[in-house]
């Protein structure tokens, strides 16, 4: 039953690659992968177990597929309320703020452009709030698909890049810095800039060589015929800075009360909603409901929410066969204890399965040391903030980032492969030198 699971794990994994020759929606692909896994799982208990007790608590207690459903929950809501912000801004054009004062449409400049604003937003945000945020903005600004797709690749990994030096930036570094493996902040933003931020740079630069041109921009919906602005000048203003100061709320939700982060999403979706509502209560019916959530929650892609529910199932049942930690400690015993070997293949690793788990196998293998390199703040936590945060750039669904801007730009995994994950490569493999050249 072990070697079944991974087996099906990786025809589903094949199956989600090769979306379209096989004509077969991603989403459902991982959605048969996760309950299939989770299934053999279930017959894979001999009759002396307690079924509904291993569900729901696991075999040695730490928490089964209920524990691994409240994690998903919390992504899935968190990504549902900032999907829903980011098209209630948009539905009332509040993008135009920020995309009216990007003139330049030369191509090079452009992306450097949107990367640096990624890297800096995704450490106040999130990455994935803030590849939710960017790739709308892109939509306004580029209307060739296949260009934007370059452009989207890049801010996958320029919102993975930032996130990782930041606590609050990525849900791995944020792990490490609740559990006590990284609780000193200044030293995680001083230690692991550098490195992120060369993640960042060696990518874009070589990219930015190879684009020449200019991007065509699409046209503005003011200038289409028979066309009437829904809204003011100040309602767009309004409605951008509220949402954004929505988003940033976020995490000073969760610092402030240690509840889980889609709580703060839904509770700022919440007061722009009822804001919206009496903004707009005024105005007919058929001028209102495009600007209301329910009229915006239509245009959710549901398929993403469900890829994700499905992907992170089947991750979560190796993580509960104890195939992850049994990888982990196979790292170890190969590299004989090296640190740096050792995260970097965790890191390319997280492209594969899901960076979370991983970090928990890492959490749980290691204790934190008095001295050394494994003390809270030690270079080995240090480099798995940086390794994790940062390697799942190298296939699209390897992060949060890539799967939401895949489900939102409908992105075909071949291509990114093709196009975008060598550069994440050489990008990541050139941070962690950067690192290990800090620090050895």
Not at 65 to 75: E, R, T, V
Not at 95 to 103: G, M, P, Q
Request: with cysteine.
């Amino acid at each position: 039953m072990a070697t079944l699971i991974i087996i099906i794990f990786i025809l589903g994994y094949v199956c989600i690659a090769l979306e379209h020759p096989l004509k077969i929606d991603k989403a459902a692909s991982a959605l048969v992968t996760g309950m299939l896994c989770w299934t053999i799982y279930v017959f894979s208990l001999d009759g002396g177990h307690d079924i509904i007790h291993i569900i729901e608590h696991g075999l040695d207690g730490s928490g089964g597929l209920y524990h691994h459903m409240f994690d998903i929950a919390n992504i899935l809501f968190f990504l549902l309320g900032a999907m829903t912000i980011v098209e209630l801004i948009d539905a009332h054009e509040g993008f135009a703020v920020i995309t009216d004062r990007i003139k330049t449409k030369n191509s090079s400049k452009l992306l450097w452009i949107i990367c640096v604003l990624t890297f800096f937003f995704s450490a106040a945000l999130d990455n994935l709030t803030t590849t939710i945020v960017m790739v709308s903005l892109l939509r306004k600004l580029i209307q060739d698909v296949k260009t934007r797709w370059i452009f989207v690749g890049m801010v996958v990994i320029s919102a993975n890049a930032g996130g990782a030096w930041s606590p609050i930036g990525d849900v791995t570094t944020t792990m490490l810095w609740i559990k006590g493996q990284l609780p000193n902040v200044p030293k995680i933003i001083t230690d692991l800039f550098i490195p992120s931020l060369v993640t960042m740079i060696v990518p874009l630069t070589i990219l930015s060589l190879t684009l020449k041109g200019e991007i065509s921009r699409p046209m503005k919906q003011e200038n289409l015929d028979h066309y009437t602005n829904p809204t003011s000048l100040g309602e767009r203003t309004f409605v951008f800075f509220l949402g954004l100061a929505g988003l940033i709320f976020v995490p000073v939700f969760k610092t402030y009360t240690h509840l889980p982060p889609f709580m703060g999403m839904m509770l700022s979706l919440g007061i722009l909603w009822t804001i919206t509502e009496i903004m707009h209560k005024g105005k007919s019916k058929t001028q209102k409901h495009p600007l209301s959530v329910i009229g915006v929650l239509q245009k959710i892609d549901t398929a993403s929410v469900l890829f994700f529910l499905g992907i992170l199932l089947a991750v979560g049942a190796l993580q509960e066969f104890g195939h992850l930690r049994t990888a982990a400690e196979g790292l170890d015993t190969f590299f004989d204890g090296n640190i740096f070997s050792i995260n970097i293949i965790i890191g390319l690793l997280s492209s594969i399965v899901d960076n979370v788990p991983l970090v928990a196998a890492a959490q749980g293998m290691y204790d934190i040391a008095p001295t050394g390199d494994f003390a809270a703040n030690g270079r080995f936590w240090q480099f798995l903030a940086f390794c994790a945060g940062t390697g799942g750039s190298s296939l699209i669904i390897g992060s949060a980032a890539g799967v939401a801007a895949m489900g939102l730009e409908k992105i075909d995994f071949v291509w990114y492969l093709k196009k975008i994950s060598w550069l994440a490569v050489i990008g990541y493999l050139s941070g962690a030198l950067v690192f290990y050249l800090m620090f050895v």
